[in-house]
């Protein structure tokens, strides 16, 4: 589906961002799973190598009717590649290597408010009071579930070198959110192709000198299986939904949606890990899905 200017509420929208936000959620547990096991410029490369050779059998159409846009705008379209795919993909990894899950995740949740203030520094965009208290209310839902609803876990956070990594990381987001308003229009195939591609090329140095320095990917089951997941889901699926559904309801009110990720994640540990849902747990969700309605609603 070509990329449009319609920014009409959409179930198709929430849906999208809703699920790219659940394979983000994957793609966190197993980044911390293999942190120190997968080299981090290896993964990141791969995670795009894939991608663009999947994409290139259904792409290929596409891009020869959306080649003159392509051309014209491939500054853009070049810019959004490194930054969403080549730099946000390799610090998120290498971030994951330093900090611990908790400090991901209270990092991650400022993503919705960066986003905002990514739009109104570079196009001056305007968020209504619905929309401050739905990203005001899920945050404190993903709060609720970090600390286990006791102050003294946040009181007693600790942050180091990876979290500045991760922290920074969220600011790159941010801005390719804001920034994918400026792609051309195009086939959806045709744009994530331009940028598994230009991702794929760009990481690739970096994944040879980390070869270089003795840091070597193992082709083990569980490498395998860590390739394959985050090639599909975390890269291809979001990627795309993440995409079309910023192009049909704004960066704003789908940033709110990525407080679905801790939802998500704890969820998915207690069905693989048996971890339990606590109180906690429960009030947490609600402050989320309350605040992602209200966030997602026009003023």
């Given at each position: 589906m070509p990329a449009g200017t319609d920014r009409s509420p959409s179930a198709t929208a929430y849906f999208l961002v809703a699920l790219a936000a659940l394979c983000w959620s994957g793609n966190h547990i197993l980044g911390r799973a293999i942190?120190?096991?997968v080299p981090p410029f290896a993964i990141s490369t791969v995670r795009w190598v894939v991608p663009a050779l999947v994409l290139w059998p259904l792409a290929h159409r596409h891009l020869r009717r959306d080649w003159p846009a392509i051309r014209s705008h491939w500054r853009v379209l070049l810019f959004?590649?490194?930054?969403?795919?080549?730099?946000?993909?390799?610090?998120?990894?290498?971030?994951?290597?330093y900090t611990t899950a908790i400090n991901v995740s209270v990092l991650n949740s400022l993503a919705p408010v960066l986003i905002v203030a990514a739009g109104t520094l570079i196009f001056r965009d305007t968020i209504s009071p619905r929309q401050i208290l739905g990203i005001a209310v899920s945050l404190a839902g993903v709060l609720t579930i970090i600390s286990k609803g006791s102050l003294d876990i946040l009181r007693a956070l600790q942050f180091?070198?990876?979290?500045v990594?991760?922290?920074?990381?969220?600011?790159?987001w941010a801005v390719y959110s804001a920034c994918l308003?400026?792609?051309?229009?195009?086939?959806?195939?045709?744009?994530?192709?331009?940028?598994?591609?230009?991702?794929?090329?760009t990481s690739l140095p970096f994944w040879l000198w980390e070869h270089?320095?003795?840091?070597?990917?193992?082709?083990?089951?569980?490498?395998?299986?860590?390739?394959?997941?985050?090639?599909?889901?975390?890269?291809?699926?979001a990627f795309a939904s993440w995409n079309r559904g910023v192009d049909l309801i704004g960066a704003n009110r789908a940033g709110v949606f990525l407080h679905l990720i801790p939802l998500y994640s704890a969820v998915l540990a207690s069905l693989l890990l048996g971890e339990e849902i606590g109180p906690h747990h429960v009030a947490g969700f609600l402050l989320i899905l309350a605040g992602v309605w209200l966030a997602a609603r026009k003023a």
């Open positions: 942190a120190g096991h959004l590649a490194l930054i969403g795919g080549t730099i946000f993909g390799a610090l998120q990894y290498i971030g994951l290597q180091n070198w990876g979290d990594i991760i922290l920074f990381n969220m600011g790159v308003r400026r792609r051309p229009i195009m086939h959806w195939l045709s744009f994530t192709f331009v940028l598994a591609t230009v991702a794929a090329v270089a320095n003795g840091f070597v990917l193992q082709p083990t089951p569980t490498t395998a299986a860590a390739l394959a997941y985050v090639s599909v889901f975390p890269s291809l699926v």
